[in-house]
């Protein structure tokens, strides 16, 4: 079984910052890529950056030069920096890894349970 657990979330007014932090556990082999997804109230799930193995990120415009996505590969964990949150960013924020488990040779998304951020005033 492998494991995201998220942390990091909560209430900041507009212009704040939030950093999100997400670890990986259990019978992992190999993470290929790690990153973060966001669902608004009555949107869908949408991509806000990932990063791979080799460290190339991958960022949506919405949040291209105010996010930014940093890996631990020894650790398992992925972070995000949040800067300059706007109302818009508001929404549940997943982290994600498409990995492969230890005896197996195919590789899987998984996701973690999700945190809330809510920007406002």
């Known amino acids: 079984q492998v494991q995201l657990v998220e942390s990091g979330g909560g209430l900041v007014q507009p212009g704040g910052s939030l950093r999100l932090s997400c670890a990986a556990s259990g019978n992992i082999f190999s993470i290929y890529a790690m990153g973060w997804y966001r669902q608004a109230p009555g949107k869908q799930r949408e991509l806000v950056t990932t990063?791979?193995?080799?460290?190339?990120?991958n960022y949506a415009d919405s949040v291209k030069g105010r996010f930014t996505i940093s890996r631990d590969n020894a650790k398992n964990t992925v972070s995000l920096q949040m800067n300059n949150l706007k109302p818009e960013d508001t929404a549940v924020y997943y982290c994600n890894a498409h990995l492969s488990e230890s005896g197996r040779i195919w590789a899987d998304n998984y996701w973690g349970q999700g945190t809330q951020v809510t920007v406002s005033s």
């Open positions: 990063i791979t193995n080799s460290g190339s990120t």
